[in-house]
């Protein structure tokens, strides 16, 4: 289980490109296997579209079990939000399948980069996505995270069908810290047409916000430096 | 400011490398640079000891004032506890110099590679030197990851100086999930000498934990499945 990163291939790991290039099958979702046509790898690829993930995964390890070497793909890290730990649990029931997860660069950190050095310190990473969790425990975690000070790096903000989500955690969080609270955004994180801002805690809404967007909430420490969104590694140096 | 990944090549992103090789000078921690010693970079490696971080920042940016293509190296990710927010800060006082960060594998994502797919869904990071930060604010960021069911990745855990921190973190824990709660531990994650290995919170000590070990401990839905620590993604599939 491999994870490409957020998609340039200039950050896609040499362990990650030597696992595409020994699998016979490459599986995935069609928008990644997509990107990784220019690589010209050796292998089958064989697409599904989102939301097929409990079958790709039963594909996979169906396919490994006939003694296949298998690369299953997830963007950033497979085993944030990714298809890691689902490969993981499937494979319980073949368990005789070798299971090997390749990291990579999650969205938060590729996100992080472009803005600056919002995760210097203590940071919590929360999907807003309700299809798989319900919204209360999605909103525990956000009243944690806001009660604890961390930054918090948002996945999935929002979606055609999910609307509503991004509002209320902003809302949620703004109990626990003031509306200048600074904000980045990052749309497209190195890829064609990436795009990054900052704005307010208060002012955040969803213009701009889609589902290949990430969010980083400062805490009470973080603030913008020559335009870039820096939380400080620690409380004063010695 | 690149970021280096856990140390093997093969998780060093292509653009850390390239960075590296289009460096007029690399700075950094002395073991980390004699780590770079195989890729035989072009420019000059001038290593600075542990400890002498804001000398090695302020050092960079004069260098890069004067003109000279500058890296400044961290491990893992170098915006996750890293030297990227410490350069961006200090270049507040010297905005005349263009600074980049090149992300990359940070601790908790190559560990958790290592371990299964234990950061599956929500998590945090919480470092536990007290060398920077308060120990009162480590405590309410644990007491709120506690409550907030994260999954929680302990950087800096211990060192010969700072003992009673990770029993104590372990206790806080404890207050908010039960003691059979499966903790897994990564020392020297992808480097000579890996090793990584399984755990109940109840039951954790600092026995083989040291400043290279990172350990991620499950929330309540985190389980061993083949040996593998996983979390699942979702709260079931539709």
Same mark, same amino acid.
């Given at each position: 289980?491999?994870?490409?990163?957020?998609?340039?291939?200039g950050?896609?790991?040499?362990?990650?490109?030597r696992?595409?290039?020994?699998?016979?099958?490459?599986?995935?979702?069609?928008?990644?296997?997509?990107?990784?046509?220019?690589?010209?790898?050796?292998?089958?690829?064989?697409?599904?579209?989102? /939301?097929?993930? @409990?079958?790709?995964? %039963?594909? =996979? #390890?169906?396919? +490994?079990?006939? !003694?296949?070497?298998?690369?299953? &793909? *997830?963007?950033?890290?497979?085993?944030?939000?990714?298809?890691?730990?689902?490969?993981?649990?499937?494979?319980?029931?073949?368990?005789?399948?070798?299971?090997?997860v390749?990291? /990579?660069?999650? @969205?938060?950190?590729? %996100?992080? =980069? #472009?803005?600056? +050095?919002?995760? !210097?310190?203590?940071?919590?990473? &929360? *999907?807003?996505?309700?299809?798989l969790?319900?919204?209360?425990?999605?909103e525990?975690?956000?009243?944690?995270?806001?009660?604890?000070?961390?930054v918090?790096?948002?996945?999935?903000?929002?979606?055609?069908?999910?609307?509503?989500?991004?509002?209320?955690?902003?809302?949620?969080?703004?109990?626990?810290?003031?509306?200048?609270?600074?904000?980045?955004?990052v749309?497209?994180?190195?890829?064609?047409?990436?795009?990054?801002?900052?704005?307010?805690?208060?002012?955040?809404?969803?213009?701009?916000?889609?589902?290949?967007?990430?969010?980083?909430?400062?805490?009470?420490?973080?603030?913008?430096?020559?335009?870039?969104l820096?939380?400080?590694?620690?409380?004063?140096?010695?």
């Amino acid at each position: 289980v491999v994870g490409l990163g957020p998609g340039d291939p200039g950050l896609l790991t040499p362990q990650a490109e030597r696992a595409l290039r020994a699998a016979d099958v490459v599986l995935g979702y069609d928008a990644y296997l997509e990107a990784l046509r220019p690589l010209r790898l050796p292998g089958e690829l064989r697409g599904s579209p989102i /939301g097929a993930e @409990a079958e790709r995964a %039963a594909l =996979a #390890l169906e396919l +490994a079990a006939a !003694g296949r070497r298998v690369v299953l &793909v *997830s963007s950033g890290d497979a085993g944030v939000y990714g298809m890691a730990s689902l490969v993981l649990e499937t494979a319980e029931r073949a368990p005789g399948v070798e299971v090997e997860v390749v990291p /990579g660069v999650t @969205a938060a950190l590729s %996100a992080a =980069a #472009l803005l600056g +050095a919002p995760l !210097g310190h203590d940071f919590a990473c &929360v *999907s807003l996505s309700d299809l798989l969790t319900p919204w209360p425990v999605i909103e525990r975690r956000l009243e944690a995270a806001g009660q604890g000070d961390f930054v918090v790096a948002l996945y999935n903000p929002l979606s055609k069908r999910r609307t509503w989500q991004l509002p209320r955690a902003r809302d949620l969080l703004l109990q626990h810290r003031p509306a200048e609270t600074p904000v980045g955004l990052v749309d497209r994180a190195y890829r064609a047409g990436a795009r990054a801002w900052l704005t307010a805690l208060g002012e955040l809404t969803g213009a701009g916000v889609g589902m290949e967007t990430l969010l980083i909430v400062g805490n009470s420490r973080t603030r913008v430096v020559n335009g870039r969104l820096v939380t400080p590694r620690g409380y004063g140096e010695r």
